[in-house]
């Protein structure tokens, strides 16, 4: 199942800067859009969403960026802060019709202080 | 700060034995989940319940598993024989509204099954 895709699965950046994370996906039925956080040995958090009739949701220092026509997206966390270091999940649903979340590979964020 | 709780955080069993995973939800949610990651691969969809039955199923859910809500606070999950590629991380999530709507969903920290 490639419909959701992140395509890096590592990125390290230093503190105080912008962190990029990216993700693709190929169902254009896709509604609806989270991105998700995870620690070690703990179930993912959930940290910002968007819907496709948006381009842009922001929420402190977390931005996430809809680009429909490129069926991609992106987050940023600007200032990164060590604590930011985790995994972080791109999911998908298809909105009204369904619940079914559809997780990307994951990428795991370092940032070194 | 309401959470999700799994029980057991980690299970051994041998292949072909009965499992139940226990998840109490978000005791106002009205949606149930559980999701599992194979170690190394994706965080994968299986099953979603809302009022007392199945309302979505993933290619992964067949026969051998199954779902319950016994007493109104608890949510199971039971795998009837349990094969090798079973072993993986399985968290329950929850949710007041379909996450499909943009409700966001509550994840509990996961139950580790490992299959001999």
């Known amino acids: 199942d490639q419909q959701v895709k992140q395509n890096s699965p590592s990125l390290s950046v230093q503190e105080g800067r912008i962190s990029i994370l990216n993700c693709d996906y190929t169902n254009s039925m896709f509604d609806y859009f989270l991105w998700y956080k995870k620690y070690p040995a703990e179930g993912p958090t959930f940290l910002i969403s968007i819907s496709s009739i948006k381009d842009k949701n922001e929420d402190g220092r977390f931005t996430v960026f809809l680009n429909k026509s490129a069926k991609h997206l992106s987050l940023h966390i600007v200032p990164s802060q060590p604590g930011d270091s985790a995994v972080y999940f791109c999911?998908?649903?298809?909105?009204?019709?369904?619940?079914?979340?559809?997780f990307g590979e994951g990428t795991q964020l370092t940032v070194n202080p | 700060e309401p959470e999700v709780t799994q029980t057991p955080s980690h299970q051994v069993t041998q292949m072909g034995q009965e499992v139940i995973l226990r998840c109490v939800p978000i005791s106002n949610h009205l949606y149930f989940y559980w999701y599992r990651q194979i170690l190394g691969q994706k965080v994968e969809f299986l099953v979603s319940?809302?009022?007392?039955?199945?309302?979505?199923k993933s290619e992964i859910f067949d026969d051998q598993f199954s779902v319950e809500r016994p007493d109104g606070s608890n949510f199971t999950l039971k795998i009837r024989s349990t094969k090798l590629e079973d072993s993986a991380m399985y968290f329950c999530a929850s949710s007041e509204l379909e996450g499909g709507l943009g409700g966001e969903l509550f994840f509990g920290e996961g139950s580790r099954l490992t299959v001999l």
């Open positions: 999911a998908a649903s298809l909105g009204t019709s369904g619940s079914r979340l559809t």
């Open positions: 319940f809302y009022n007392n039955e199945i309302s979505e």
